[in-house]
């Protein structure tokens, strides 16, 4: 088993920035990818970012690239989503999510940290 905390979500200002942290717990050690995810009210949930634990090559989804850094801390097992440039239609409740092979869907989910972003 995994566990995922996240954490630094909070309210801000369009144009502003905000870091969101993942804590992993547990086997984190068989973990190869880290995503993250957000789900705005009335939306289906979202790709927004991803890491390879290992390797760390990083993905985003169009409506972010440019603007949110991923990254990780092996050391600390922590995943770093860094949001810059945020914008209102950024504001959603965001979700870490582990997957422990390739080809494998997320098994495991965060319990999720608001971001609101105030025009």
């Known amino acids: 088993q995994v566990q995922l905390v996240e954490s630094g979500g909070g309210l801000v200002q369009a144009g502003g920035s905000l870091r969101l942290s993942c804590a992993a717990s547990?086997?984190?050690?068989?973990?190869?990818?880290v995503g993250w995810f957000r789900q705005a009210p009335g939306k289906e949930r979202e790709f927004v970012a991803a890491?390879?634990?290992?390797?760390?090559?990083?993905y985003y989804a169009d409506s972010v690239k440019g603007r949110f850094t991923i990254s990780r801390d092996n050391a600390k097992n922590t995943v770093y989503l860094q949001m810059n440039s945020l914008k209102v239609e950024d504001t959603a409740v965001y979700y870490c999510?582990?997957?422990?092979?390739?080809?494998?869907?997320?098994?495991?989910w965060g319990q999720g940290t608001q971001v609101t972003v105030s025009s």
């Open positions: 999510a582990a997957t422990i092979a390739p080809a494998r869907g997320y098994d495991y």
């Open positions: 890491v390879i634990w290992s390797g760390g090559s990083t």
């Open positions: 547990g086997r984190s050690f068989s973990i190869y990818r």
